[in-house]
């Protein structure tokens, strides 16, 4: 069972990679965006750990929302937003249980994330974060060993994002110069995920 320190172990994680890799996203969105993706995440990233410190939500689901409204707060561009409301809907999925399960959290998930591309208006293919996050929540199940075959699936998803042309978000008005560029939103997202298998590796 997951209970509320699981998920702040997860978000701290992925503040942590956020911050290892900043540059590196941001290196990537000067490609194809505004060469601010990772200073933005990173900047949301540590808002978010301090906000979850000083007022320590008890659920799963009140670590995630409260998570989701600071990104939406504190983060820049289409980032906030697009993050926030993954949060926030897996966050309000997962309700007011004190603990959940593997597969509680996979089923909140792929709600938050129908949520993302409701919000972006985009699909796989379309070389966005949801390259990475819909192949990671196919792969997620059960167990928390599951986990691991996520964080696979999302990495491998923001790779496959190199051969595409961007058809959503600012990377789209460069057309086919787009093309041979990892995303720095799948990218992100894969980060997302594999903090997510770090919090499971702990726990176990």
Same mark, same amino acid.
């Given at each position: 069972?997951?209970?509320?320190?699981?998920? *702040?172990?997860w978000?701290?994680?992925? %503040? %942590?990679?956020?911050? *290892?890799?900043?540059?590196?996203?941001?290196?990537?969105?000067?490609?194809?965006?505004?060469?601010?993706?990772?200073?933005?995440?990173?900047?949301?990233?540590?808002?978010v750990?301090?906000?979850?410190? #000083? /007022?320590?939500?008890?659920?799963?689901?009140? @670590?995630?929302?409260?998570?989701?409204?600071?990104?939406?707060?504190? @983060?820049?561009?289409?980032?906030?937003?697009? $993050?926030?409301?993954?949060?926030?809907?897996?966050? #309000?999925?997962?309700?007011? &249980?004190?603990?959940?399960?593997?597969?509680?959290?996979?089923? %909140?998930? *792929?709600t938050?994330?129908?949520?993302?591309a409701?919000?972006?208006g985009?699909?796989a293919g !379309? #070389?966005?974060?949801? &390259?990475?996050?819909?192949?990671?929540?196919?792969?997620?199940?059960?167990?928390? !060993?599951?986990?691991?075959?996520?964080?696979?699936? %999302? /990495?491998?998803?923001?790779?496959a994002? @190199?051969?595409?042309?961007?058809?959503?978000?600012?990377?789209? $008005?460069?057309? /086919?110069?787009?093309?041979?560029?990892? &995303?720095?939103?799948?990218?992100?997202?894969?980060l997302?995920?594999?903090?997510?298998?770090?919090?499971? /590796?702990?726990?176990?």
């Open positions: 069972m997951l209970d509320a320190d699981f998920f *702040r172990r978000l701290t994680a992925a %503040a %942590a990679r956020v911050d *290892r890799e900043a540059d590196r996203l941001t290196e990537l969105d000067s490609a194809i965006g505004d060469a601010d993706h990772g200073t933005n995440m990173q900047r949301g990233f540590t808002a750990i301090a906000v979850l410190e #000083k /007022e320590a939500p008890q659920t799963p689901g009140a @670590v995630l929302t409260l998570a989701g409204r600071q990104l939406i707060s504190t @983060v820049g561009g289409a980032s906030g937003p697009l $993050y926030g409301t993954l949060l926030r809907r897996t966050g #309000k999925a997962l309700g007011d &249980d004190a603990e959940v399960t593997p597969g509680q959290l996979a089923d %909140a998930l *792929r938050g994330v129908a949520a993302v409701q919000l972006g985009a699909r !379309d #070389k966005t974060m949801l &390259d990475a996050l819909e192949p990671a929540v196919e792969a997620l199940g059960d167990s928390t !060993d599951s986990f691991a075959a996520a964080r696979d699936a %999302a /990495e491998a998803g923001a790779l994002t @190199v051969p595409l042309q961007a058809r959503k978000g600012r990377a789209s $008005y460069l057309g /086919e110069r787009s093309i041979g560029h990892q &995303d720095p939103g799948a990218t992100s997202s894969a997302l995920i594999a903090a997510l298998a770090d919090a499971a /590796e702990v726990a176990g």
